[in-house]
Every structure is written in structure tokens, then in C-alpha cells.
């Protein structure tokens, strides 16, 4: 629930940030885009930058978006294996042994 919470954020964010970027208005700070980034918004932040193009050129800032982006997605895809692999590993161990 937290990650589609704050990649909401992010993505929203992002997108006001490019209104304000074009209206003249205020503009979101890079370390409060980067912070929800880094709080697991990296995905959102991401698929705003590249769906409206904001921020995509600026360094560093968007080689640190990419990294948190990197980093999101290995974390998650270790924790989804933490709690898939044992649930299709008993299974198989059982039939396993039943052989």
C-alpha cells in the first residue's frame, strides 16, 4: 500500500513541478523529488519524467532518479523472491520426497 502511496506522490509531484517549470510558478525542490524518490516513489518519479519529459536532461539529478529507480527495483525483486521462493520451494521438496 506504502509504494502505490508514494509513487502517486512522486508522480504527481513531478508533474506540478513541470506546470510550475512552464507557469513560472514555484518549483518543488530536486531533494524533496528525490526524497519521495528515495522513499520508495522512485517508479512514480521516473514514469512522470519520462511521460512528460521534465527533468530527463538535467544532471545529476536525473542519473540519481535512475539510480533510486535501479535500486527500487532490485529491493523489490529480492523481497518478491524472500516470499515466493518458499512457497513454490516446500511444494516442490514435498513432491520431492514423496518420489
Known sequence: MWLGLVNGLCFALMLIDKYRARSGGRRISEITLLGWALLGGAMGAAAAAHLVRHKTRKQ????????????????????????????????????????
Open 60 to 99: 545529476p539529478f536525473a542519473a540519481r532518479l535512475r539510480f533510486l529507480l535501479w535500486a527500487e527495483i532490485i529491493l523489490l525483486t529480492l523481497w518478491a523472491a524472500a516470499h515466493v521462493v518458499p512457497h513454490v520451494a516446500a511444494p516442490l521438496a514435498e513432491m520431492a520426497e514423496e518420489a
